[in-house]
């Protein structure tokens, strides 16, 4: 219950009465007066049930398993209800709300230059049929404590600033984490880029350090043959060791494989790493690697191999989807410009990875991850990668 507190962090307190009573006293308000009895018992409501959606989150994870399809769909339609009636209750806290905002801002000058209060007029949105469009560059907040989680990443409801997440991309990256991974999705996390070479470039500077030794499927995309060469290989840049590799079979990658270990054998033992980088259908010509084999002997070595998947697609070929996880990309690249949104009008990308190496509060350690050497923070915070909401 305490992460619905503005004082989540530092509260002692534990029943929804006592937090509902900190709450108002929080915000300066009487409890004893009509007003204070009336927000304290909604309150107090609140917190009594988001110990009951945690039971039922907890009942969903146990059971979900071991039902059939009909009981599920049953499930499903009595928790979309239930949303919808806590989406009602929000649309009916809106009309005290926007009184009460109306009269804070009654002079013209002030209500031209602010507008209306976003919550207002963004309840509804939940009902849309389709994710909303959101065009904005920041967001609001109600308390220190929310900002401070949501700067820490610790508050995945709360964005910060659309550079890096906004409530659209997320939506269409668990799209793309739903077509591809299947039912491994709870394991993987995507992050959209302006293009695909922009989600090329941030696994490659996220992964790459300066001397590693990169094999490279030789029939690559031009712009990542251009991106290797010009840029990561040079020697006034990150000084990669590139490696081409001419074969489509596990049994060529198992021999050439072993030839660059050798050959790489001073500088891998010194502590540099060796990386896999392939696609698959090749862009343009289409010839096909075989991919479950390739990251199967990569990883009996403890290599990661990145995989461009943007000519497959998701509907052609799901690497992710391989019941031996050894047989699966580390991470999986999709510029959308392409077949995903074949209409010629967008320019994007994406990348997909395990959710331990994408993205982890700061300060933590998850999955043997530490927070600072995830995509997110690595790269993808400090570039910024914002896919614009249109």
Not at 151 to 166: A, C, D, M, V, W
Not at 189 to 211: E, K, P, Q, T, Y
Request: include cysteine.
């Amino acid at each position: 219950m305490k992460n619905l507190s503005p004082l989540r962090n530092t509260t002692k307190h534990e029943s929804a009465k006592a937090l509902a009573s900190e709450q108002l006293a929080y915000f300066d308000i009487d409890p004893n007066t009509e007003y204070g009895r009336s927000l304290v018992e909604l309150t107090e409501h609140l917190y009594s049930a988001q110990h009951s959606l945690d039971a039922l989150w907890s009942a969903t994870s146990e059971t979900l398993p071991l039902l059939d399809r009909s009981d599920k769909v049953r499930y499903f339609n009595a928790k979309k209800f239930l949303a919808f009636q806590i989406a009602k209750l929000l649309d009916n806290l809106q009309n005290p709300f926007r009184a009460t905002y109306q009269q804070l801002n009654s002079d013209n000058t002030t209500k031209t230059a602010k507008g209306s209060f976003p919550l207002f007029d963004n309840v509804p949105a939940l009902f849309s049929a389709t994710p909303v469009v959101t065009k904005t560059a920041t967001y609001i907040y109600a308390c220190t404590e929310w900002v401070d989680d949501a700067f820490h990443g610790k508050e995945p409801t709360h964005q910060i600033y659309s550079r890096l997440l906004n409530p659209t991309s997320i939506s269409l990256a668990n799209a793309i984490v739903d077509l591809e991974a299947g039912p491994y999705t709870n394991e993987y996390l995507a992050w959209n880029f302006n293009s695909g070479m922009a989600a090329i470039d941030c696994v490659l500077s996220n992964i790459l350090r300066h001397g590693d030794v990169l094999i490279v499927a030789r029939n690559v995309y031009g712009g990542s043959h251009q991106l290797l060469v010009d840029f990561f290989a040079q020697e006034s840049r990150l000084a990669i060791q590139l490696e081409w590799f001419d074969g489509y079979s596990g049994d060529e990658f198992d021999r050439f494989l072993s030839e660059v270990q050798q050959r790489h054998r001073e500088r891998l033992n010194d502590g540099k790493k060796l990386h896999v980088y392939i696609e698959s259908p090749c862009n343009p010509h289409g010839l096909v690697l075989d991919v479950p084999k390739i990251c199967e002997r990569a990883h009996q070595d403890d290599h990661k191999v990145i995989l461009d998947s943007t000519l497959a697609t998701p509907f052609l070929n799901r690497p992710l989807q391989r019941n031996n996880p050894a047989e699966r990309p580390d991470y999986v690249i999709h510029s959308y410009t392409k077949d995903l949104a074949g209409t010629g009008a967008a320019t994007a990308g994406v990348v997909i990875g395990k959710i331990e190496t994408m993205f982890g509060p700061k300060g933590h350690t998850t999955g043997g991850v530490f927070w600072q050497d995830t995509m997110f923070w690595d790269v993808y915070y400090i570039k910024g990668a914002f896919l614009d909401a249109d």
